[in-house]
Structures are given as C-alpha cells and as structure tokens.
C-alpha cells in the first residue's frame, strides 16, 4: 500500500487526537486546552510542522515535529513531539513515510538535530535506531502551572 504524506489541515486533528488513543497530552501536566484545541493552533504555527500519511484518502498516521532556538546545538533543534500510527496499518512503513517528511521539514528550516522523547518500548527505540536516532541521555524538566480561567475568578 502506498503511504502520502502532506502537511496537516484543521479537519485531519480530530482523526490524529483519535489515533493516539489518549497518548497526546498524557500524564499529570494541567493545561487549559485539550490535545485537539492545540493541534488546531499549532497548525498555523511557523514553529510547528503537523504531518499526516494517507492511504486512499483516509488518515492513517500524523507527527509534529517542533522547532526551538539553541545556542548550544548551534541553530535549530527540532523535535518530534509525536508520532502516531493507525493499528491497522504498516507500522514501520508509515513511520518512514512520516519521519523523511519530518528530517525533510528539519533540514529545510536549518535544524542541525531532531530529537525524539518518550521512546520507551524497546522495539518502538530499535525502530528509530534503525532510521539513524541515537540515545542521547535523559533530560531535566519542570512542569510550570497554567492558570485557568476559573482559577483566576476565585
């Protein structure tokens, strides 16, 4: 089966929120939107590239790769916030299909890495190993509270 790859529209993000199966947004971070609300926006966004592989006209897979300022990576690092990919399908050629999209977008917009997180089942890492990632070492993070709009009113 033949995979197209196109940038996301504003209609695929429900199918792509529907694909993670909960996945997007997981964990205990508190933040106003929901997966889809921010998809939407991010859709518009320079900073984001939204992704989604096809096959005969439905959604079968979705990514976004991010992109951020480094001094220390010397340009931009991209990195790819998620990557989804419907049960039904070739896993790894749909992986594929997304990730040359992806390294295409990074390399166009002078990414000098793209990093991917939250790889924790050993076949998803040896996937991406094989498509040249390399373990790069834990990083450090700190959740910042939002507040929302009923907060604020108390």
Not at 51 to 62: I, P, Q, T
Not at 82 to 106: K, M, N, Q, Y
Not at 119 to 134: I, M
């Amino acid at each position: 089966m033949e995979y197209l790859v196109r940038e996301a529209r504003i209609m695929d993000i429900e199918r792509i929120v529907a694909l993670s199966d909960g996945t997007l947004r997981a964990g205990t971070r508190e933040s106003p939107l929901d997966a889809a609300d921010l998809l939407r926006q991010l859709v518009y966004l320079p900073s984001a590239s939204i992704f989604v592989a096809e096959a005969r006209r439905e959604v079968v897979g979705g990514a976004m790769l991010a992109l951020r300022p480094s001094v220390r990576a010397g340009g931009f690092v991209g990195t790819v916030d998620f990557l989804v990919v419907d049960p039904g399908h070739d896993e790894d050629r749909v992986t594929d299909a997304l990730l040359e999209d992806i390294l295409r977008s990074a390399r166009n917009k002078a990414c000098t890495v793209v990093e991917a997180g939250g790889l924790t089942d050993p076949a998803e890492r040896t996937r991406w190993e094989r498509r040249g990632f390399q373990e790069a070492g834990p990083l450090m993070y700190r959740t910042v509270a939002v507040e929302r709009a009923a907060a604020r009113r108390s």
